[in-house]
């Protein structure tokens, strides 16, 4: 089984739904982040999170919340998808060390659609 | 203001040709962290390598080579004798380590190089 587990792999979906996006790890990481993949423009970051009280926002954070439910729990929500946050979304994780290396740990990723 | 840039947006090459993969970085801090991941059709990203910024040696695994040099703030990956299974997109991302760093990879553009047989 992979270490950092996102789902739905796909997801199509229609303007204005709500959509949730989850991830979860058995890394044991405290730190989890949300990316957003566009041919192009590579990933940006949307959100991150150092514990489970701790969310902050990334570049891209319009238009999107998350939430830490756990240490090892991750999700990312749309409350009213629109076309352009079609992309790949990647969640990733990464170990707790004093001086973090930046070393992320990425899940398979999951394509959302949105028409 | 941190900044990847791999300019060169697609590349395609023959099978058993060498190929090089330019990364320009910029940053303020002195301590940071670069990296090279590949996403095969697949999707998946797939580590290859990080270097810290005080450690300018060349790298070689296999048929990868990388190239770091700080005076042009460049960080450049070459594959030797390019097969089909290297067609990917390639992404160059740097980390700043620096005291109250995030641990957050900023990312260029991403390379999309096709291998033809």
């Known amino acids: 089984d992979a270490d950092v587990t996102q789902t739905p792999r796909n997801r199509i979906t229609k303007t204005g739904k709500r959509i949730m996006l989850e991830c979860s790890q058995t890394?044991?990481?405290?730190?989890m982040y949300w990316y957003r993949q566009d041919p192009g423009l590579g990933l940006r970051l949307i959100y991150y999170?150092?514990?489970?009280?701790?969310?902050n926002k990334g570049e891209i954070s319009d238009g999107y919340s998350v939430s830490r439910q756990a240490q090892a729990k991750f999700s990312l929500s749309l409350e009213s998808a629109i076309p352009n946050q079609t992309a790949l979304y990647f969640c990733?994780?990464?170990?707790?060390?004093?001086?973090?290396?930046?070393?992320?740990?990425f899940g398979e990723g999951s394509r959302l659609t949105v028409l | 203001a941190q900044k990847v840039t791999q300019a060169q947006t697609e590349i395609s090459v023959v099978e058993k040709e060498d190929v090089t993969l330019d990364c320009v970085y910029e940053?303020?801090?002195?301590?940071?962290?670069l990296f090279w991941y590949k996403q095969p059709p697949s999707g998946e990203l797939v580590f290859l390598i990080r270097?810290?910024?005080?450690?300018?040696q060349n790298e070689i695994s296999g048929r990868y080579s990388w190239n770091f040099q700080k005076s042009t703030s460049s960080f450049n990956f070459t594959i030797t004798a390019s097969q089909v299974v290297d067609s990917a997109v390639y992404f160059c991302?740097?980390?700043?380590?620096?005291?109250?760093?995030?641990?957050?990879?900023?990312f260029g553009q991403g390379t999309t190089l096709q291998v033809k047989p």
């Open positions: 940053t303020r801090d002195t301590t940071y962290y």
């Open positions: 999170s150092f514990d489970v009280k701790d969310i």
């Open positions: 991302a740097l980390s700043e380590a620096g005291s109250g760093n995030t641990g957050k990879l900023i």
């Open positions: 270097r810290n910024s005080f450690d300018e």
């Open positions: 990733a994780t990464s170990g707790s060390d004093r001086k973090p290396t930046g070393e992320l740990f």
């Open positions: 890394k044991g990481h405290d730190r």
